[in-house]
């Protein structure tokens, strides 16, 4: 456990040393900033179309999450491999899975802390009018799942090759494939199909959950799917050894 | 302390290492000799669990390095070849973060920290970013690192490559500090150091363990008489005769073999047989003939000759290569590495 703690410290360390996290808070705030005062413009016309404004701004997040989940792990492994230092990690009394589990816990939580001061945005609504909480929670909620799945594909990709423009690329291509997936949906005409699509839909889930619609399943499938690719993760790493 | 049971490591069809066994014991500083490419850094990452044997096992202390790997690697401070470290850390911060993977309390971890970073004089450089450093000072990171946790075993890969002179001496000597306590495996291509280091010698070549035994019994076991130079002053070279007479009395005493003139006027090469070591004739022989002795040396074959040897193509496949080439450029390898090191300790007297 404390193995795990330190590694988990020194990758949420290292997330603040370097400029990457910087410029990436940067443009995160600044575009969902700009986003959100354009929404709360266009809502406030007459004529404009109801609903908790928080709830449209979830909906419009994923193109954001996408991107975050490909920069923000990129460097987690493929960093250790390109310089060796995988080597002294590896003989450190520390698993695989317990690497995993550390770096990919300090991403998550780096990806927690950029979204901490949007909490701000539901405070200017809250002090200019009524806001239910209980949807802002759940849009969070879904902010949260579909980033850490994103992260945990990420994760895998880094795992893959020490190269992290290579691990951005290949995490891109596996989050835009799992995006449009679920977008076949609308182009499905069987009812398995359109049902077994709209199961994977995440842009759909993330307006359920913006809207507070909170799906089991849809918790299931984010935290299973989740947990797949980290173990995937582990595996890369066991592998790399046999080559 | 440490047990290698007939490791191999194949790379697809390239066999790095084949059929390796050897044991080290407590306290026991175990060299690891052999030219580049002949498995020793396969073997040290197999020894360390980073790489998985193909074939063979590894127990520390009695643990299955792959049945209990986590176990066993605690007892193992390792420093890799490439000391590759997270250049954006502190030094302390660094070892802080290595004490934590060990599974240290903070308590114990700073009292871990601050003895490393005493032994390794690192103690100055504490706060400095690792990625500043000079190449000899991340050398003495990695080392902290290996003994941070108090290990039994500490296995070094090539410590003291790409260092200057200078570093080279600091490095050594921590390293000879360091093996009075524990057990110590050291890979290196550089014979003095194994000379200076070590009380066992594995001789590796081409994934084979090719020689075994102390650096003495070594030396010892190498074929080859030993030579001896001898000058006398004061003969011209116009005296041919009186230096027939010098030669042939030389070849007279006992345990001569051969008698060469060496390039000068009263020079002269012989070689002895082994264990022979006739210079106190020589010097009764020069006082008796009131000959002027001026050098007096023999030669006694060192590690290097064994290594050169043990290491070179054998003779069917050195005629294979092109004339001359293939056992000159076999023997300039461990050359090399050696000169360096022996410039290295000029500098110390």
């Given at each position: 456990?404390?193995a795990?703690?330190a590694?988990?410290?020194?990758?949420?360390r290292?997330?603040?040393?370097?400029?990457?996290a910087?410029?990436?808070?940067?443009?995160?705030?600044?575009?969902?900033?700009?986003?959100?005062?354009?929404?709360?413009?266009?809502?406030?016309q007459?004529?404009?179309?109801s609903?908790?404004p928080?709830?449209?701004?979830?909906?419009?997040?994923?193109?954001?999450?996408?991107v975050?989940?490909?920069?923000?792990?990129?460097r987690?492994?493929?960093?250790e491999?390109?310089?060796?230092?995988?080597?002294?990690l590896?003989?450190?009394?520390?698993?695989?899975?317990?690497?995993?589990?550390?770096?990919?816990?300090?991403?998550?939580?780096?990806?927690?802390?950029?979204?901490?001061p949007?909490?701000?945005?539901?405070?200017?609504?809250?002090?200019y009018?009524?806001v239910?909480?209980?949807?802002?929670a759940?849009?969070?909620?879904?902010?949260?799942?579909v980033?850490?799945?994103?992260?945990?594909?990420?994760?895998?990709?880094?795992?893959?090759?020490?190269?992290?423009?290579?691990?951005?690329?290949?995490?891109?291509?596996?989050?835009?494939?799992?995006?449009?997936?679920?977008?076949?949906?609308?182009l499905?005409?069987?009812e398995?199909?359109?049902?077994?699509?709209?199961y994977?839909?995440?842009?759909?889930a993330?307006d359920?959950l913006?809207?507070?619609v909170?799906?089991?399943r849809?918790?299931?499938?984010?935290?299973?799917?989740?947990?797949?690719?980290?173990?995937?993760?582990?595996?890369?790493l066991?592998?790399?050894?046999?080559? | 302390?440490?047990?290698?049971?007939?490791?191999?490591?194949?790379?697809?069809?390239?066999?790095?290492?084949?059929?390796?066994?050897?044991?080290?014991?407590?306290?026991?500083?175990?060299?690891?000799?052999?030219?580049?490419g002949?498995?020793?850094?396969?073997?040290?990452?197999?020894?360390?669990?980073?790489?998985?044997?193909?074939?063979?096992?590894?127990t520390?202390?009695?643990?299955?390095?792959?049945?209990?790997?986590?176990?066993?690697?605690?007892?193992?401070?390792?420093?890799?070849?490439?000391?590759?470290?997270?250049?954006?850390?502190?030094?302390?911060?660094?070892?802080?973060?290595?004490?934590?993977?060990?599974?240290?309390?903070?308590?114990?971890?700073?009292?871990?920290?601050?003895?490393?970073?005493?032994?390794?004089?690192?103690?100055?450089?504490?706060?400095?970013?690792?990625?500043?450093?000079?190449?000899?000072?991340?050398?003495?990171?990695?080392?902290?690192?290996?003994?941070?946790?108090?290990?039994?075993?500490?296995?070094?890969?090539?410590?003291?490559?790409?260092l200057?002179?200078?570093?080279?001496?600091?490095?050594?000597?921590?390293?000879r500090?360091?093996?009075?306590?524990?057990?110590?495996?050291?890979?290196?291509?550089?014979?003095?150091?194994?000379?200076?280091?070590c009380?066992?010698?594995?001789?590796?070549?081409?994934?084979?363990?090719?020689?075994?035994?102390?650096?003495?019994?070594?030396?010892?076991?190498?074929?080859?008489?030993?030579?001896i130079?001898v000058?006398?002053?004061?003969?011209?070279?116009?005296?041919?005769?009186?230096?027939?007479?010098?030669?042939?009395?030389?070849?007279?005493?006992?345990?001569?073999?051969?008698?060469?003139?060496?390039?000068e006027?009263?020079?002269?090469?012989?070689?002895?047989?082994?264990?022979?070591d006739?210079?106190?004739e020589?010097?009764?022989?020069?006082?008796?003939k009131g000959w002027?002795?001026?050098?007096?040396?023999?030669s006694?074959?060192?590690?290097?000759?064994?290594?050169?040897?043990?290491?070179?193509?054998?003779?069917?496949?050195?005629?294979?290569?092109?004339?001359?080439?293939?056992p000159?450029?076999d023997?300039?390898?461990?050359?090399?590495?050696?000169?360096?090191?022996?410039?290295?300790?000029?500098v110390?007297?």
């Amino acid at each position: 456990m404390r193995a795990v703690l330190a590694t988990y410290l020194r990758e949420l360390r290292a997330y603040f040393l370097s400029p990457l996290a910087y410029v990436v808070a940067f443009f995160f705030l600044a575009i969902n900033g700009l986003l959100f005062g354009l929404m709360i413009t266009q809502l406030a016309q007459p004529g404009a179309p109801s609903g908790p404004p928080m709830g449209y701004f979830f909906g419009s997040t994923w193109l954001i999450l996408i991107v975050l989940g490909t920069i923000l792990p990129m460097r987690l492994l493929s960093e250790e491999l390109r310089s060796g230092s995988i080597e002294v990690l590896m003989t450190a009394p520390i698993t695989e899975g317990q690497v995993v589990a550390g770096k990919y816990l300090a991403a998550l939580s780096f990806f927690a802390l950029l979204w901490l001061p949007t909490l701000g945005y539901a405070g200017i609504l809250a002090h200019y009018g009524e806001v239910q909480w209980g949807p802002i929670a759940a849009g969070y909620l879904s902010v949260l799942l579909v980033g850490a799945l994103f992260l945990a594909v990420g994760t895998f990709a880094s795992a893959m090759t020490r190269s992290q423009l290579i691990a951005a690329v290949v995490t891109f291509a596996i989050l835009i494939v799992l995006f449009l997936v679920g977008l076949l949906e609308q182009l499905a005409t069987g009812e398995i199909w359109k049902n077994a699509f709209g199961y994977l839909d995440i842009s759909a889930a993330m307006d359920e959950l913006g809207k507070g619609v909170v799906d089991t399943r849809r918790l299931v499938f984010y935290v299973s799917l989740s947990w797949f690719f980290l173990f995937l993760t582990g595996r890369a790493l066991e592998d790399r050894k046999w080559r | 302390m440490i047990e290698a049971q007939n490791l191999s490591r194949r790379y697809g069809d390239f066999t790095a290492v084949n059929d390796v066994s050897f044991a080290v014991g407590e306290g026991e500083i175990l060299g690891l000799l052999g030219p580049n490419g002949a498995g020793k850094t396969t073997t040290i990452r197999m020894i360390t669990g980073f790489l998985p044997p193909t074939g063979g096992r590894v127990t520390v202390g009695g643990t299955d390095l792959f049945e209990a790997p986590v176990k066993a690697r605690r007892q193992i401070g390792y420093l890799p070849e490439n000391v590759a470290l997270y250049g954006e850390m502190r030094v302390g911060e660094y070892l802080a973060y290595r004490a934590g993977l060990e599974g240290m309390k903070r308590a114990e971890a700073k009292r871990a920290c601050e003895s490393a970073q005493e032994r390794c004089l690192l103690t100055d450089v504490r706060n400095q970013v690792i990625g500043t450093l000079s190449k000899g000072y991340r050398q003495r990171v990695g080392l902290a690192t290996a003994i941070l946790h108090d290990p039994e075993v500490l296995v070094l890969d090539e410590p003291t490559v790409g260092l200057d002179p200078k570093q080279i001496i600091a490095i050594r000597e921590l390293i000879r500090d360091l093996g009075r306590e524990r057990t110590l495996i050291l890979s290196t291509h550089i014979l003095s150091e194994v000379e200076l280091l070590c009380n066992r010698v594995l001789i590796i070549d081409k994934g084979r363990i090719v020689a075994e035994g102390t650096p003495e019994s070594l030396r010892q076991s190498s074929r080859g008489a030993s030579e001896i130079r001898v000058a006398f002053s004061g003969v011209d070279g116009a005296t041919a005769e009186k230096s027939a007479e010098m030669s042939e009395a030389l070849g007279a005493l006992s345990g001569i073999t051969a008698v060469a003139p060496g390039p000068e006027a009263g020079e002269f090469r012989l070689a002895a047989v082994t264990d022979a070591d006739p210079r106190a004739e020589i010097f009764r022989l020069a006082v008796a003939k009131g000959w002027t002795l001026v050098e007096l040396a023999q030669s006694k074959a060192s590690l290097e000759d064994v290594f050169v040897r043990l290491t070179t193509n054998r003779p069917a496949e050195a005629a294979a290569i092109e004339e001359g080439a293939g056992p000159a450029t076999d023997a300039d390898t461990p050359d090399q590495p050696d000169e360096a090191a022996d410039s290295a300790e000029e500098v110390v007297s």
